[in-house]
């Protein structure tokens, strides 16, 4: 009786797996048949790619619903207007930098990309040259691993001859999101890991990026030429560095988070050439280098924390007319690290409201929370601390101290010195809070 049932057993087995296997061509055929504007729902299963829409869709896959790639080229491309693809996981893309491989390739313009999976791709989500698009709420998991290699290597003293390295090296990943000449997108509510950079911008402008998390990546935020972008309330952390901004202008950054990007040679937040943007709010802490300010102008930096870094604001000679008003410079090693000497262009207080820094004296005789003396905040080491970190074991000397308590009272020569002439005491935004509590109670 057994006998009998093992060819029944075995039919019905290629049956199961030939319907497996067909996914992938009868997910492609019902996107050709279907009627512009309508949904299609994807069952539980793994259904091949490529896939290509070209016209206006909603694809929505139900909970195990998965388009895996060949391991070539884009699994997913969407190549009309108005498409939407939600709720799938969308793996193995090719590996071809060249060829923009990804696990989602996008030319239509007002796409949504939400609360979808990817994984074991090279870029996550390619945006080129479309507007209004939508990406919300998905899961990137950059590529980390590749086989391992048939081809013999040179053998070592103790090593194989074979090739065992499976190390996708970060310079060879894709981006998690990358964008190129775009324009008015919103990214919203992503987690992107182990990808080369987390968020690419490129040529792309007047877009919304909120309430992101971006980690383990070689830049949590690489970002160029692109103007009138707003960032707003994201996290980047763990990075080679939190974000880099450069060649820009009239960005608004505001509520993020650039917290333990640590390395040598790691920052927090890199402004490279960025004008006229607005830098307020964010918290800028345990990193190696916090905020770095390089040949900038015009920006307003107001309302930041920048605590617990080895080296709390790099500031160069070559950035002018900025202004920073109500930042706490808070636990960093070095405090500042600039070549700025007195006279630059840059303003240090705006309307009578400096910065706190925590080595500065909190003498306020009128108890307005600003220091009735000016700050001095001078840089004894410059870049000899990159150079030899041993250097940081002097911050704290005797030495050091007196130099920075005869500086307050008058400049010494030849130091770089940031000069902040209404620098705030520890009570400031108490008293701030006080004030305003008592404006809005009305009068009995």
Same mark, same amino acid.
């Given at each position: 009786?057994?006998?009998?049932?093992?060819?029944?057993?075995?039919?019905?087995?290629?049956?199961?797996?030939?319907?497996?296997?067909? *996914?992938?061509?009868?997910?492609?055929?019902?996107?050709?048949?279907?009627?512009?504007?309508?949904?299609?729902?994807?069952?539980?299963?793994?259904?091949?790619?490529?896939?290509?829409?070209?016209?206006?869709?909603?694809?929505?896959?139900?909970?195990?619903?998965?388009?895996?790639?060949?391991?070539?080229?884009?699994?997913?491309?969407?190549?009309?207007?108005?498409?939407?693809? #939600?709720?799938?996981?969308?793996?193995?893309?090719?590996?071809?930098?060249?060829?923009?491989?990804?696990?989602?390739?996008?030319?239509?313009?007002?796409?949504?990309?939400? *609360?979808?999976?990817?994984? !074991?791709?090279?870029?996550?989500? $390619?945006?080129?040259?479309? +507007?209004?698009?939508?990406?919300?709420? &998905?899961?990137?998991?950059?590529?980390?691993?590749?086989?391992?290699?048939?081809?013999?290597?040179?053998?070592?003293?103790?090593?194989?001859? %074979?090739?065992?390295?499976?190390?996708?090296?970060?310079?060879?990943?894709? *981006?998690?999101?990358?964008?190129?000449?775009?324009?008015?997108?919103?990214?919203?509510? !992503?987690?992107?890991?182990?990808?080369?950079?987390?968020?690419?911008?490129?040529?792309?402008?007047? +877009?919304?990026?909120? !309430?992101?998390?971006?980690?383990?990546?070689?830049?949590?935020?690489? $970002?160029?030429?692109?103007?009138?972008?707003?960032?707003?309330? !994201?996290?980047?952390?763990?990075?080679?560095?939190?974000?880099?901004?450069?060649?820009?202008?009239?960005?608004?950054?505001?509520? &993020?988070?650039?917290?333990?990007?640590?390395?040598?040679?790691?920052?927090?937040?890199?402004?490279?050439? #960025?004008?006229?943007?607005?830098?307020?709010?964010?918290?800028? %802490?345990?990193?190696?280098?916090?905020?770095?300010?390089?040949?900038?102008?015009?920006?307003?930096?107001?309302?930041? *924390?920048?605590?617990?870094?080895?080296?709390?604001?790099?500031?160069?000679?070559?950035?002018?007319?900025?202004?920073?008003?109500?930042?706490?410079?808070?636990?960093?090693?070095?405090?500042?690290?600039?070549?700025?000497?007195?006279?630059?262009?840059?303003?240090?207080?705006?309307?009578?409201?400096?910065?706190?820094?925590?080595?500065?004296?909190?003498?306020?005789?009128?108890?307005?929370?600003?220091?009735?003396?000016?700050?001095?905040?001078?840089?004894?080491?410059?870049?000899?601390?990159?150079?030899?970190?041993?250097?940081?074991?002097?911050?704290?000397?005797?030495?050091?101290?007196?130099?920075?308590?005869?500086? %307050?009272?008058?400049?010494?020569?030849?130091?770089?010195?940031?000069?902040?002439?209404?620098?705030?005491?520890?009570?400031?935004?108490?008293?701030?809070?006080?004030?305003?509590?008592?404006?809005?109670?009305?009068?009995?």
């Amino acid at each position: 009786m057994i006998t009998h049932a093992l060819p029944r057993f075995f039919l019905l087995l290629l049956i199961a797996l030939a319907i497996g296997t067909s *996914n992938a061509a009868t997910l492609q055929d019902r996107i050709n048949a279907a009627a512009p504007n309508e949904t299609i729902h994807i069952a539980a299963g793994v259904y091949g790619g490529a896939i290509v829409i070209n016209k206006q869709l909603t694809l929505v896959g139900e909970p195990g619903a998965e388009v895996r790639g060949p391991g070539v080229g884009k699994v997913i491309t969407i190549a009309a207007d108005d498409v939407t693809v #939600t709720g799938l996981r969308i793996t193995d893309s090719g590996l071809n930098l060249f060829d923009d491989d990804a696990a989602v390739f996008v030319t239509g313009n007002r796409a949504t990309i939400e *609360n979808d999976t990817i994984a !074991n791709s090279l870029h996550g989500i $390619y945006l080129k040259k479309v +507007s209004g698009a939508r990406i919300l709420g &998905n899961r990137i998991e950059g590529k980390t691993t590749i086989a391992a290699s048939s081809e013999p290597v040179e053998k070592g003293v103790g090593q194989s001859a %074979e090739n065992c390295d499976t190390t996708l090296v970060e310079n060879r990943r894709g *981006n998690g999101i990358h964008q190129w000449n775009c324009d008015g997108n919103l990214i919203s509510g !992503n987690d992107i890991s182990e990808t080369r950079d987390g968020i690419y911008f490129s040529f792309t402008n007047n +877009s919304r990026v909120e !309430n992101n998390v971006v980690h383990r990546t070689r830049y949590g935020l690489h $970002y160029m030429y692109s103007d009138g972008n707003v960032f707003e309330n !994201n996290t980047f952390t763990e990075n080679a560095a939190g974000a880099a901004i450069m060649f820009s202008k009239g960005l608004t950054i505001r509520g &993020n988070r650039f917290v333990n990007n640590r390395g040598f040679r790691a920052y927090g937040l890199i402004f490279q050439s #960025t004008d006229n943007s607005l830098l307020e709010k964010n918290d800028i %802490e345990l990193n190696a280098v916090g905020l770095s300010f390089s040949q900038c102008i015009g920006n307003t930096v107001t309302g930041n *924390n920048v605590r617990g870094n080895y080296i709390g604001l790099k500031f160069g000679s070559n950035s002018d007319d900025n202004r920073f008003s109500e930042n706490q410079f808070v636990r960093n090693l070095h405090p500042v690290e600039t070549s700025t000497a007195k006279g630059d262009s840059n303003k240090w207080a705006v309307k009578g409201v400096g910065n706190f820094w925590e080595d500065g004296a909190d003498l306020d005789f009128n108890r307005d929370g600003i220091g009735d003396l000016p700050h001095r905040e001078i840089d004894l080491f410059g870049v000899l601390r990159r150079d030899f970190p041993a250097v940081a074991f002097l911050s704290d000397s005797p030495t050091v101290k007196l130099l920075r308590f005869a500086n %307050e009272r008058a400049t010494i020569p030849g130091l770089s010195t940031i000069d902040d002439p209404s620098p705030l005491t520890s009570q400031f935004w108490k008293i701030r809070a006080h004030r305003a509590a008592r404006a809005i109670v009305p009068n009995k």
